[in-house]
């Protein structure tokens, strides 16, 4: 496997990051996990975007242009050979003294792999996930943007052993105030009469890519949907649900805490979108070669 790393690609014995650091260190960079099917890297300029946004929201000045880091991204899916895959690519603060100051970090650093995902077993996209509530809470903006998509991901990562603790494959994360706002690693979406419903992106939630697709999709299939603040009462009352993530993709929620949402089937609108969201991704993106 070719690594992408700081300008030259490598193999993979050979990409190494200092122990020195701020990347590791103190978990100061950010991320970015991009999907390409068909040969085609999917929503890439999108990605590319929230990488600067979420760079720019912690201070932390790329060296390199929009552009560049798509074509970086490209030469990279084309020299691994695949068609099909995942993108994992990240910017760390750089090598720097010991202590948190960041301006001690002259040069950020940057790689990017292209590899494979599986993030659910296939059974789960036929016949749901359960779900479980974790205690571990969303932050609040005031103490980590949760926009941010950073590489301090413990947050999630505890509520992910929530999750796999309770036999759960996700775990639904609520705020500060108790209203839902996201899973660990995918965005939430009920059904309720017809309607598409997902949590604000206030209410904590990550401004998903894939979640973004999804109500783009409402608009174009002429389904109803709103942004608004959800409790579990609306889950547990909702006709369908699902959760979109680019490494999950879209994939129907059949239970909540043991409580079996709607039919405890997936349910006909989630499988149009689960369907409308498979063309988009085999008929649309950048292609890399
Ligand atoms: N919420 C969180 C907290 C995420 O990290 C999503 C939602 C879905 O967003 P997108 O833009 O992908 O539709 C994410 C996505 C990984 C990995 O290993 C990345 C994510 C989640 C889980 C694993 O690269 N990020």
Redesign the pocket.
């Known amino acids: 496997m070719k690594i992408w790393l700081d300008g030259n690609l490598v193999d993979e014995a050979a990409a190494k990051i200092s122990v020195f650091d701020h990347g590791l260190l103190y978990g100061d960079g950010v ?1 970015e ?1 991009i999907r390409f099917y068909n040969g085609r890297i999917f929503r890439l300029e999108a990605h590319i975007r929230r990488l600067f946004e979420s760079a720019r929201a912690i201070v932390l000045d790329l060296p390199w242009s929009q552009e560049d880091i798509c074509r970086f991204t490209c030469e990279t899916v084309a020299a691994n050979g695949l068609s099909d895959g995942y993108i ?1 690519l990240v910017v760390t603060r750089g090598c720097g003294e010991l202590g948190l100051n960041p301006y001690l970090c002259p040069r950020p650093s940057m790689f990017i792999i292209a590899s494979t ?1 599986k ?1 659910y077993p296939e059974e789960h996209y036929t016949n749901g996930l359960a779900l479980i509530t974790c205690a571990t809470r969303r932050p609040a903006p005031g103490a980590l943007m949760p926009q941010v ?1 950073s590489l301090n991901y413990l947050n ?1 990562i505890m509520a992910k052993v929530e999750a796999i603790q309770a036999n759960a494959l996700e775990a639904i994360m609520l705020n500060e105030q108790g209203y839902v706002a ?6 939430l979406f009920i059904i309720k009469n017809g309607v598409l419903l997902t949590p604000l992106i206030s209410d904590g ?2 401004d ?4 973004g697709v999804i109500l783009e999709l409402a608009a174009s299939l002429a389904i109803p949907f709103q942004e608004r603040s959800l409790t579990r009462y609306d889950i547990f009352i909702a006709d369908e649900c699902f959760l ?4 999950a993709e879209v994939i129907p929620v059949v239970s909540l805490d043991r409580r079996t949402i709607g039919s405890g089937n997936p349910g006909p609108l989630t499988r149009r979108f689960i369907e409308g969201f498979k063309q988009l991704t085999h008929s649309s993106g950048t292609p890399f070669s």
């Open positions: 991320f996990g994992r995902i993030l998509k999630n996201e899973c660990t690693g995918d965005n939630a990550l998903g890519i894939t979640r979109t993530g680019t490494a």
